[in-house]
């Protein structure tokens, strides 16, 4: 299913990977990994019924935007990014802190341009501010010895300006404070059990923050990533915010 919102178009592609399309740009969030891209990705958790891409190879994004190593796919941007996209980078990246193989940015055949934890910028005339995203040293998503499975510093969230709208992704980010202070059209949150915000304190931010629509994404990719969407959207919707789930 694909979610219409005003004049914008949402798919969500699997795990993080966000695709948002309107009249004449199209901007994706954190494109690739775990197969999402490629037809390899088969969902983890019994009954989830979004479909694994088959091998997927658009090219039409104007705008790349990636918050963090974790999402940092080389293979993924190459995929979904036109020949003269810009690619926003958060500026911690770093391919030698990863146990993967990867490009490093500066061997992308793009503009890519660096970002900070708060930063704002002008993409393809679409104006970008980027957000904190970490996990609270006191908050659930900590690792067994108390540090932060995202600690500060490590990315960021996008909140974009296109069609008009602010769309909204928050990144693998517990809620912190100053998020729902956000003016946001369409909010696109993780409702993962793990890692993140979860359903119930992203169903929270939703009520506070009152955007005119909520598409979960990035969760069932794996299990440790399993969220009830159709929980989540009862729970939003009961707060009068209107909530679309695409799958």
């Known amino acids: 299913m694909t979610v219409h919102f005003e004049d914008l178009t949402l798919d969500w592609l699997g795990y993080a990977t966000l695709r948002v399309e309107s009249d004449d740009t199209t901007i994706y969030f954190d494109p690739g990994r775990y197969g ?5 990705w088969e969902p983890h958790v019994e009954g989830i019924n979004h479909p694994p891409t088959q091998d997927y190879d658009a090219r039409d994004g104007d705008v790349v935007l990636v918050t963090h190593i ?8 190459r ?14 990246i770093d391919v030698h802190a ?8 500066a061997d992308l ?19 970008i501010w980027t957000v904190p995203a970490y996990n ?13 499975i995202h600690p ?17 992704w928050p990144g693998d980010s517990d ?32 009520a506070e923050m009152r955007p005119d629509c909520v598409v979960p994404i990035h969760y069932n990719t794996f299990e440790s990533l399993e969220g009830d969407d159709e929980a989540f959207a009862v729970d939003v919707a009961g707060r009068g915010v209107p909530v679309a789930l695409d799958h």
Request: with cysteine; charged share 30%.
């Open 152 to 168: 500060k510093g490590i990315g960021c969230g996008f909140l974009v300006e296109i069609g008009g709208e602010r769309v909204f």
């Open 136 to 148: 609270e040293e006191d908050g659930p998503n900590v690792e067994d010895d108390g540090t932060p």
């Open 36 to 40: 999402v891209l490629t037809g390899e």
């Open 79 to 92: 995929r979904v990014a036109s020949e003269d996209a810009t690619v926003v980078l958060f500026e911690g």
């Open 175 to 206: 809620v912190l404070p100053g998020h729902e202070e956000l003016d946001v059209d369409v909010f696109v949150p993780s409702i993962a059990k793990n890692y993140t915000m979860d359903r119930h304190t992203a169903a929270d931010l939703a």
């Open 98 to 105: 990863t146990d993967r193989d990867l490009d490093r940015p």
């Open 109 to 127: 055949d793009f503009e890519v341009v660096e970002v900070s934890m708060e930063d704002e910028l002008v993409a393809a005339d679409c104006p």
């Open 70 to 77: 974790h999402h940092y796919d080389p293979d993924g941007i």
